[in-house]
């Protein structure tokens, strides 16, 4: 099936999107590292969200750290 994504913004079909790092930014706790997805065309961000590789290294420390009986990320 042939990819019908458009952008929002230009309406350039979407066949790869721009993926940078960011810094997010909460009221508790400290930053969190992000990534923006944006459209290569008109470079408009169409997405954010929490970086999927940093969150799934911090979820296997917290599991080794559990099952070690420590509970702290390293």
């Known amino acids: 099936m042939a990819n019908k994504s458009k952008c929002p913004y230009c309406n350039a ?3 790869r999107l721009n993926v940078e790092e960011i810094e997010l930014e909460r ?3 400290g930053p969190w590292k992000g ?3 944006a459209c290569p065309v008109c470079r408009k961000i169409l997405s954010v969200n929490v970086n999927p590789e940093v969150l799934k290294h911090d979820v296997a ?3 080794q750290g559990a099952l070690d009986g420590s509970k702290k990320l390293k």
């Open 13 to 15: 079909t979407i066949t």
């Open 35 to 37: 990534v923006s997805y």
């Open 27 to 29: 009221d508790a706790g």
């Open 61 to 63: 420390l917290l599991v």
